[in-house]
């Protein structure tokens, strides 16, 4: 097994695809740490003996940030830094900002580990050897071992009453899931007959499965490992149906609900919900250290204000945040810069990841049967794209800055082509009425609106989150220009959670949302996306299900496009990178030419809002949910205060 000191783009991505030829991904350095001050924040602990000191907290061998390759300073310890988020729910965002995954990104978006001490993958990419970091601790001080990884196989997602549909299908290569094994106290191993290109992918996502849990904290809840009859009394304390969901409420780590459980994030929760102020502090065992061994994070607390969207601008205008980019908008930029005098803080624009800013999704499963076959009609996805003026929508909403563009990959992806962001998003209302006349729907009411084949009037409701209100501007110029071609337009606001329930039952006809997060797809990335594998994309949500149901629910793709999208999916998974790339671009081809979903507008630059004393925040950077983090990639912990 070669071993390599840093792993290049190129093998980086051979890795995401898990074709790495004898070769192991390890940290850049295993610099031993020592002779080096206590944080500020622990002197007190540490001199009481409730706290260990900091040589006795880090792993043997901590993961050392490369400062000189992410182009960083070394920091000072201290204070605070504040941001604003929407809703309560979005407390999550601390798990992305921190970005702490076994492999994950760099600014450069290599593959790297980073709670894992090194990853070992075969020539065949079907064989995976993670390397935990001996001394590594979770954030109450116990030792993090093989045995989480275990508790987290055998007794969760393994598990009926847990996991009643069986583990993530990520773990599983077609029907086969992983083989599992404890090779020592610090390594374990994955393993399937076939390459999983999903699997790397997976642990570095911007929300990853973690594959692993705290399984000293969590055994209290579960069934196998305490007395049946003090769980049932916990449970029925707590007014709950079974163990099962107690173990679900006391663990789920990407939601922050429960303040007790223990961590591997650089900062942790201490606010219980309901509130509109939640305050994390900095984890005394995280794994990470600067150049000089100190420990990160450098800021000890991370506050998220909770606030109405709406009032977000004026709160960051008016000083109140010392890093934000969330909620805020290019709409935002003039009042932001002109307020930018009176604060300290500096607007910073930064490249967006998205395929799109923001695109619309006919439900091709949608539970009308009229509307069913009308959307799914090629026809009438491309005369409603045609009858939609991008441009207009450029210069009223963005100042000119944006870009027309169809709901794809960008300009900076290996796969990209101008079609897949051109073709049928030219302004052409003749050429929009022809395409519906030849459908057979020239016949309109009384006040020029087409009608259905049953005779109902062509009125389309768009439903929308409400969160985002460039997109109801969107749609009040959009819904104007399909007048023109005899369509009428009702926005519906909803909840996400409501729209997303809607859309899965079929009852949503079209939505507006946010486009493709990773618009910089490499042969190696997985093309979910762009295929019907997943429930959550909103113009075909039942044959997603039933992808990722195995045919237990949703319903089986019948268009020929659709099925042809999922060949060449199963393609993708068990080719080579030259077969996977031939399998990126059919998928890419099929959809430009089916607008299954209808992209606005895209590069949109994503205003950044950084303290003018706050050090190691990029000038510039790429704003994206996936591949990114949006934050997490610059790593918010080597974030410092220059005051």
């Not at 988020?85 to 970005?99: E, H, L, N, P, W």
């Not at 999916?569 to 979903?597: C, H, P, V």
Request: hydrophobic share 35%.
């Amino acid at each position: 097994m070669t071993r390599f000191p840093i792993i290049s783009k190129f093998l980086a991505r051979r890795v995401l695809a898990g074709m790495v030829v004898g070769a192991s991904v390890i940290t850049t350095s295993l610099m031993p740490v020592s002779g080096h001050a206590e944080v500020p924040y622990f002197e007190d602990a540490v001199a009481k003996g409730t706290l260990p000191p900091m040589l006795e907290r880090l792993p043997e061998h901590p993961n050392v940030i490369d400062f000189g390759a992410e182009d960083k300073t070394i920091g000072k310890y201290g204070g605070e830094f504040v941001t604003i988020m929407g809703r309560s729910k979005d407390i999550r965002m601390a798990v992305v900002y921190g970005y702490a995954r076994l492999v994950g990104y760099d600014p450069d978006l290599n593959l790297q580990p980073d709670i894992l001490e090194a990853l070992d993958v075969n020539e065949e990419g079907n064989v995976f050897t993670l390397h935990i970091r001996k001394g590594h601790k979770w954030s109450d001080g116990a030792p993090f071992t093989a045995e989480d990884f275990r508790y987290y196989w055998e007794d969760i997602v393994n598990n009926d009453e847990l996991y009643p549909v069986g583990p993530p299908r990520f773990l599983f290569v077609g029907d086969e899931p992983a083989t599992f094994e404890i090779l020592d106290e610090y390594t374990v191993r994955y393993s399937w007959s076939q390459s999983n290109p999903f699997f790397l992918a997976e642990l570095a996502a911007t929300l990853p499965p973690f594959i692993y849990r705290p399984a000293h904290y969590l055994k209290q809840f579960h069934e196998k490992y305490r007395d049946r009859d003090e769980i049932d009394a916990i449970v029925a304390e707590r007014s709950l149906r079974s163990w099962a969901v107690l173990h679900t409420d006391m663990d789920r780590p990407d939601r922050l609900s429960n303040i007790n459980r223990p961590s591997l994030d650089p900062w942790l929760v201490t606010t219980e919900e309901p509130s509109d102020r939640f305050v994390f502090v900095r984890n005394p065992y995280y794994h990470r250290v600067d150049p000089e061994g100190n420990q990160l994070p450098y800021i000890d607390r991370m506050i998220f204000n909770i606030s109405n969207s709406k009032l977000v601008p004026a709160k960051v205008g008016a000083g109140e945040v010392d890093l934000q980019s969330r909620v805020l908008s290019l709409k935002d930029y003039t009042f932001l810069k002109q307020s930018e005098a009176k604060q300290n803080y500096q607007v910073r624009l930064w490249d967006v990841g998205a395929g799109a800013h923001a695109a619309l999704y006919p439900n091709l499963t949608c539970s009308d049967p009229v509307w069913r076959g009308v959307l799914r009609d090629v026809r009438f996805r491309r005369a409603l794209s045609m009858a939609i003026n991008r441009t207009e929508i450029n210069r009223v909403l963005y100042f000119g800055l944006a870009q027309p563009t169809n709901n794809t990959v960008l300009r900076k992806s290996p796969l990209f082509k101008p079609e897949y962001r051109e073709s049928f998003t030219n302004f052409d209302t003749d050429a929009a009425n022809a395409l519906l006349d030849d459908m057979g729907l020239a016949e309109r009411d009384s006040d020029g609106i087409r009608l259905l084949p049953d005779g109902r009037p062509m009125e389309i409701i768009v439903e929308t989150t409400g969160e985002n209100p460039e997109h109801d501007d969107m749609l009040e110029l959009i819904g104007d220009s399909w007048r023109q071609v005899g369509v009428k337009m009702f926005v519906k606001g909803l909840q996400r959670e409501v729209l997303r329930n809607r859309a899965y039952s079929g009852e949503t006809i079209m939505s507006i949302f946010n486009g493709v997060d990773n618009g910089l797809a490499t042969p190696n990335t997985v093309p979910s996306e762009f295929v019907p594998a997943q429930q959550d994309s909103l113009q075909w949500p039942k044959w997603g299900q039933y992808y990722q149901t195995d045919g237990e629910a949703g319903e089986a793709p019948d268009m020929p496009a659709a099925k042809e999208l999922m060949n060449q999916y199963r393609k993708w998974q068990t080719s080579n990178e030259k077969g996977r790339k031939e399998a990126w671009q059919d998928i890419l081809d099929i959809n430009s030419e089916n607008m299954f979903s209808i992209g606005l507008i895209g590069n949109v630059p994503q205003p950044v809002v950084v303290d003018k004393d706050m050090r190691n925040v990029p000038e510039k950077g790429i704003h994206s949910w996936e591949p990114g983090a949006f934050f997490g990639i610059y790593r918010p912990d080597t974030f410092w205060w220059d005051r």
